[in-house]
């Protein structure tokens, strides 16, 4: 049965299993772990101790019948060891076996340091195994990995590694537990911040190992309806052995923080791959407007920055202050507007500039029923044609992507600054993009099964989720409004980055970039996705993906340079980049071959 229920959570993570021993009644063995309200049982496919027998023709059989259990059985509640199967589970210990030998003696030091001898990297750095192993099979996409955790764990960032890579399940040995002062078993507080990540990331967790913890070990209890039903005859067995652990695992997972509305909304998009929207190109669907308009965070940020910028204005009360909503969708930015007017208690005339005739006409319709004839002029036109009655005061949008300027909002706001007066305000007055490398095995597979190069050289939008970083995001371009310069605005950037991952990481190998934004509407209002800044309960952006063709192994203390271009043409604006240390890939998306937005 599951370890808990939480609203919105249906992951597999909820699932908690226990390894077994070889048994010739794997019925019974299963009947009575999950009348110990295990889930599932890891087991052995053949017997450790079989040996053929000399002298006879053939291979003999070697395992039991496969009858012994339903195919229902044999698919819900037993994970078979030794089965070559599609999915294959690599199993490696989370710490070295010669690490934990030596753990906090004077040959520590020693055995962390070790070498080998022709390529340099770490003898004992598991994850260095993990990655030749999946080096040599080439990334495949049914090649996962399966962690042993014992008493001791890894530094916090060589931890993060794992978060990136295709992490199935972990087996915790009861010789990772503590005991608490009531004799019942605990973990540690870095295992069970550990754990409860996991569990977060959709990740099992397997019971294994003798119990050191006797508590009621003989009270008998009843087993499951399921247990009867999958072999016992009775449906009583004695108290499982590793109960106690198992009602520990569910506790930490009962405990967890419910998920938020924003998580409830974003599950479903966690790792999955989106192209960014075409916004001049295209037009948007009701679907996607009605999507971004229900992020009333986003709104009351915009409605904060519009009333402080109208104080700043306004001087006297005899004042109306002219504000054109450029991309005004189907008037959610308007109505923000509009309310900041009223509580600035200031008279506003409102122009909503869009060219979609289909939000035009919700928009013609909103404006009727919210009585705003008077108020708000619709402008049904493309904000690079049209020629604007008057000088604004104020100029709004929301044009932002993903990536900051990745959805052109430099190229159209600087085409409508014509439209603001020399002392204007532009709302949003700067934006910047941030980047930084990340592991994430399950993006980078995602982009590999297309199976051509226009993908790996494409961008796109994505709830990152299972993935790791490397390194804390960098600023890359930043874009200020109005620029009233004179001069032919050039929008094309180029920066070269340089991220150094934490010393105690260890090697990783990055599989892409991640790419955020920071914007400030107005003074102090600000809205982004930059991790470290990020606004709270924001779902309107997500994270961009820029992948690499190939992924780039980093060795330990290594940095990552990274090169990136905003390149500008008369019809489209595209994005190139490049590693180039510590090794050097091609550079991706020349020219725009590949992925480009159209002006």
């Not at 980049?577 to 991706?588: C, K, L, Q, R, T």
Request: proline content about 7%; aromatic content about 10%.
């Amino acid at each position: 049965m599951p370890l808990a229920q939480r609203a919105g959570d249906n992951s597999e993570a909820r699932y908690c299993g226990v390894e077994v021993g070889f048994s010739d009644d794997i019925q019974n063995t299963l009947a009575f772990a999950l009348g110990g309200q295990f889930d599932f049982i890891v087991a052995p496919l053949t017997d450790p101790e079989y040996r053929p027998s000399k002298g006879k023709e053939g291979p003999p059989p070697f395992s039991g019948s496969d009858l012994v259990l339903s195919p229902s059985q044999w698919s819900s509640h037993v994970l078979l060891q030794g089965l070559s199967n599609l999915q294959i589970w690599l199993r490696i210990p989370l710490i070295a076996p010669e690490l934990q030998a030596v753990e906090g003696t004077v040959e520590e030091d020693t055995a962390f340091l070790k070498r080998e001898p022709v390529s340099g990297k770490p003898l004992n750095d598991s994850w260095e195994w993990w990655n030749m192993f999946r080096s040599l099979c080439e990334y495949h996409c049914q090649l996962s990995v399966v962690l042993d955790i014992t008493g001791s764990l890894p530094s916090p960032a060589s931890l993060k590694r794992w978060i990136g890579e295709p992490l199935r399940a972990v087996i915790i040995h009861t010789s990772a537990f503590l005991t608490n002062k009531k004799g019942y078993p605990c973990l540690s507080k870095r295992h069970q911040n550990f754990i409860t990540t996991l569990f977060n990331h959709n990740v099992q967790i397997i019971v294994s190992g003798e119990s050191m913890h006797h508590v009621d070990s003989l009270d008998p209890t009843t087993a499951s309806s399921e247990s009867g039903a999958n072999g016992s005859e009775d449906g009583a067995y004695p108290r499982h052995h590793l109960r106690p652990y198992l009602e520990y695992i569910s506790h930490l997972y009962r405990h967890m923080d419910p998920l938020t509305e924003q998580e409830r909304f974003e599950i479903g998009y966690r790792d999955f791959l989106q192209a960014p929207l075409q916004p001049l190109m295209d037009n948007l669907e009701s679907q996607t407007y009605e999507t971004f308009e229900k992020d009333a965070t986003k709104y009351n940020q915009y409605q904060k920055a519009v009333y402080a910028a109208l104080v700043d204005r306004v001087t006297d009360d005899e004042t109306t202050v002219v504000l054109m909503v450029v991309g005004a969708g189907r008037g959610p930015l308007v109505r923000a507007s509009l309310q900041a007017a009223e509580d600035a208690g200031c008279r506003l005339k409102v122009y909503a500039v869009e060219k979609n005739p289909n939000a035009v006409v919700t928009l013609h319709s909103l404006i009727k029923i919210e009585g705003w004839e008077d108020l708000v002029t619709v402008v049904s036109c493309d904000m690079r044609e049209w020629n604007a009655p008057e000088k604004a005061d104020i100029l709004v949008s929301e044009l932002l992507g993903s990536f900051g300027d990745n959805e052109l909002s430099p190229e159209c706001l600087d085409g409508a600054q014509r439209f603001l007066k020399q002392d204007g305000i532009s709302i949003p007055s700067s934006y910047t993009s941030y980047i930084c490398p990340i592991t994430t095995s399950k993006l980078y597979n995602d982009v590999k099964s297309y199976n051509d190069l226009a993908h790996f050289e494409t961008a796109y939008v994505v709830k990152l989720h299972s993935v790791s970083m490397l390194a804390p995001p960098q600023e890359v371009f930043t874009f200020e409004h109005p620029k009233f310069t004179g001069d032919k605005i050039d929008n094309g950037r180029y920066k070269k980055l340089l991220f150094q991952p934490p010393e105690d990481t260890g090697s990783a190998l990055v599989h892409g970039f991640g790419g955020y934004f920071d914007a400030v509407l107005y003074k102090d209002v600000h809205l982004g996705t930059e991790p470290s800044t990020a606004t709270p309960n924001m779902f309107s952006w997500f994270a961009i993906f820029f992948p690499l063709r190939r992924p780039v192994y980093i060795p330990a203390g290594s940095a990552v340079e990274l090169h990136f271009w905003r390149c500008v043409a008369p019809s489209k604006v595209w994005y190139e980049w490049a590693v180039s240390s510590p090794d050097v890939s091609p550079i991706h998306n020349a020219n725009g071959r590949s992925y480009w937005v159209g002006l």
